[in-house]
């Protein structure tokens, strides 16, 4: 196939410029009080660290000072950062309140701190190249009755508009993992950052007991590239649970790509497999979260074969069958700080 402006290269495949948004940092449980870690995110080095108070706070990686890296021997003393190199302490604005030496901290010692949010059990960062203010926040979920995170975290080559644009990518669904009777219930509609979609579909319940075809609804609310919340509803065992998906990007090409799984309940157990009856409901969730996260970690890897090699093709000639591309595509721009709008013509028979 001859080559043309359509379609782009495997290396421009890499991202060009950062996406605007809320994204993964860690799980709440990855960072105990006192921890001081390193985070590779949006191509730049950072520390995460959680004073003994319990406030979670990102930061440059580097001492304002003469440079040490926080996260080799930085320590937490109370509710401030402490440098190993000279002493020099911070608080979680990142003002340099103290020096090694006590003496008077120089005014331009002044720690980078990037805007985070923690709840239902996630660190989310919010990125801007220019470092605007947050325009929008991601909403808290009501977790109440729901179990704690389970979750998995992978370093893939990928690009995060590739992996977001999986979710709406209604063709491969049947064609990479084997859903069947694929059915739209409720077209993509988008919000401002908001977009949210329900498919239903056939998928196989081996991973639950014997193979056969099991029904499944899936509700997705994606808020801006960085976080998808998917509401499983299987009607047959009386099962909702919430499968959650984080891309963040590490840097152009590497992305961290963390997956959870929270469980409401089963009400009919029995049905998966009669012996599930006896079993005491923790010990239930128990099972099913982590049968659940398996069937969920091997859906994913199958895309990863074609995410590390797939090249970018900029106006798909898309066929009935395809999913709402055109319209992902139109909603990202508002992510993407490379984007003018005047380039975004998709080839569809789809839409
Ligand atoms: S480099 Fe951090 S205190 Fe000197
Ligand atoms: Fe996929």
Known sequence: MT???NFVTRESNRLQAFPTGWFLICFSDELKAGEVKSVQFMGQDLVVFRTESGKACLSDAFCPHMGAHFAYGGTIQGEILRCPFHGFC???EGTCVKTGYDTKPP??????????EEMNGLILAYHQQDWEAPEWTVPKLDDDGWTPLVHHTWEVRANPYDTAENSVDFGHLSIVHGYR???IIQPLQTEGPKLTARYGMDRDAGVFGKRRDL???????????GY???????????????HFVFPSAIDQQMLKLSLAISLRHVTHPEKINPLLRLVPRS??????????MRGYKNDVSQDFEIWRNKIGVERPPLAEGDGPIHAFRQWTKQFDPTRTGEDDQVISAAE
């Open 107 to 116: 005014r331009k010692a002044k720690l980078r701190t990037w805007p985070i």
């Open 215 to 225: 029904r499944a609804e899936f509700e997705i609310t994606k808020w801006g590239l």
């Open 90 to 92: 911070y608080d979680t």
């Open 283 to 292: 010990v239930l969730h128990k099972l099913i979260v982590g049968a659940s």
């Open 228 to 242: 998808s919340c998917v509401e499983v509803e299987v009607a047959e065992y009386g099962l909702r649970s919430r």
């Open 3 to 5: 080559r043309n402006s």
């Open 181 to 183: 009777k694929t059915e």
